[in-house]
């Protein structure tokens, strides 16, 4: 297909994902969604707690990252990430203990704004997984 | 000359060693295999980080307001040495060879009449530096209880270090690690992490313009301490396999060494029976004569 473009996901234990005919992928950028489309702009940007959406052709894959940076350069897009799970396999169970992960981080007073931030995005999006 | 009693004794002890090492060589291999893995898997997320640094750094035009952790603190009194080694020994040269290769660069900075603080990760660096060093090591961290390298215990380092940082208590920081080549070869290396330096020729001109979002600076403020934590992990994920491939020759070493004891026994023990059987012989013989 022409105007696919080449996905790589790859988080500190390996290649998570690589694919080379996506059409679309959605990420959450740290100043709101970005949907990136073949021939998009070279850019580098980073992600807050959210969910990945990855087009390709009919098929939609949805997964989740805590964190990351992304790259797209010359129709190929990286994204690093230090956490990054498979909504369809995520347990009910890891769920709850990760809103009570980020719960406790937020108990922290010294807490800067943009950690804050952070942490209460990734409990906004675990609920609405859960 | 040992009793025959002695001997026998010997060859069994040195036989039970022998199947000892044997069975340590051959759970090296099978933990080699798995370590070997994930550090080749664990190259690409380092490179590729790596990598967006280096063009983000490039595209800073205002080097003197870059983030510290990048340009550093302009000076370079105190050093920060973080020598990694493992939790267990038995692993041949593997140990000594870092330390060996962070001493000498410690008696360089001490002779440069610079500070020097060190943080060792893996009891078995501790133990061989608190003879010399004992007043410069400032932290000793072990991960006995995690049985696999995970990318968590590198970024608690990881953020121990940028702490460090932040409170002024160092201003170089370098990485002591064995890279791993392959089983029977794994190098000693330094490298050094704050402030970052590419080791790359800077002659790359096909940086490309990116476009950023947010601004330059607040990436790099966000990705530097990342790429710190990704640099300890890539640094435990080579040492993990060379400790185990470090091991593993030492283990199958340790094998052959006894096998040939063994050989070197049996044949004194064979020959020890035979002296002894012909000297019983000798004095039947002599009494029936003098009959």
């Known amino acids: 297909m022409s105007d696919s473009f080449n996905l790589e996901i790859v988080n500190p234990e390996k290649l998570f994902l690589s694919l080379d005919n996506v059409s679309e992928v959605v990420v959450p950028a740290f100043e709101g969604d970005m949907g990136i489309l073949k021939d998009h702009i070279s850019i580098i940007s980073f992600l807050k707690p959210g969910i990945v959406k990855v087009f390709t052709g009919n098929e939609v894959k949805e997964l989740y990252v805590e964190d990351g940076i992304i790259e797209f350069s010359e129709n190929s897009l990286s994204i690093l990430t230090s956490r990054i799970i498979d909504i369809k396999e995520i347990k009910k169970d890891d769920l709850s203990s990760m809103i009570n992960e980020a719960n406790e981080a937020l108990k922290d007073e010294n807490l800067d704004d943009q950690k804050r931030f952070i942490a209460s995005q990734k409990i906004d999006v675990l609920n609405r997984l859960n | 000359m040992a009793s025959l009693d002695d001997l026998k004794k010997r060859i069994t002890s040195v036989k039970s060693t022998q199947k000892i090492t044997k069975a340590m060589k051959m759970v090296a291999a099978a933990k080699l295999r798995k370590a070997q893995e994930s550090a080749e898997k664990g190259r690409p997320y380092s490179e590729k980080m790596y990598n967006i640094i280096l063009n983000l750094s ?34 041949g040269g593997f140990n000594s060879n870092i330390t060996k290769k962070a001493k000498s660069y410690f008696k360089k900075i001490l002779d440069s009449g610079k500070e020097l603080k060190i943080a060792t990760v893996g009891s078995k660096g501790f133990d061989q530096l608190k003879r010399a060093y004992k007043e410069h090591i400032i932290e000793n961290i072990s991960f006995k209880e995690s049985k696999n390298v995970n990318y968590f215990d590198a ?126 012989l000798i004095e039947i013989i002599s009494g029936a004569e003098s009959l």
């Open chain 2, 58 to 91: 490039k595209n800073i035009n205002d080097k003197e307001n870059a983030p510290k952790l990048l340009a550093g603190s302009g000076k370079d009194n105190v050093h920060l040495c973080v020598v990694m080694t493992s939790d267990r020994g038995l692993c």
């Open chain 2, 155 to 280: 970024d608690k380092v990881g953020k121990m270090i940028i702490e460090k940082f932040e409170k002024g208590e160092f201003d170089v920081c370098t990485i002591f690690f064995n890279k791993f080549k392959n089983v029977i070869t794994q190098i000693p290396q330094k490298q050094q992490i704050i402030p970052l330096k590419s080791d790359k020729s800077e002659n790359k001109n096909d940086v490309m313009n990116y476009e950023f979002e947010p601004e330059e600076d607040e990436i790099l403020n966000n990705l530097l301490p990342k790429n710190i934590s990704t640099q300890i992990f890539k640094a435990m994920l080579e040492n993990s396999a060379s400790e185990q491939g470090s091991r593993m020759s030492a283990m199958d070493n340790a094998t052959r060494n006894a096998g040939e004891m063994v050989e070197k026994l049996t044949i004194e023990y064979n020959r020890s029976r035979q002296a002894a059987i012909t000297k019983e």
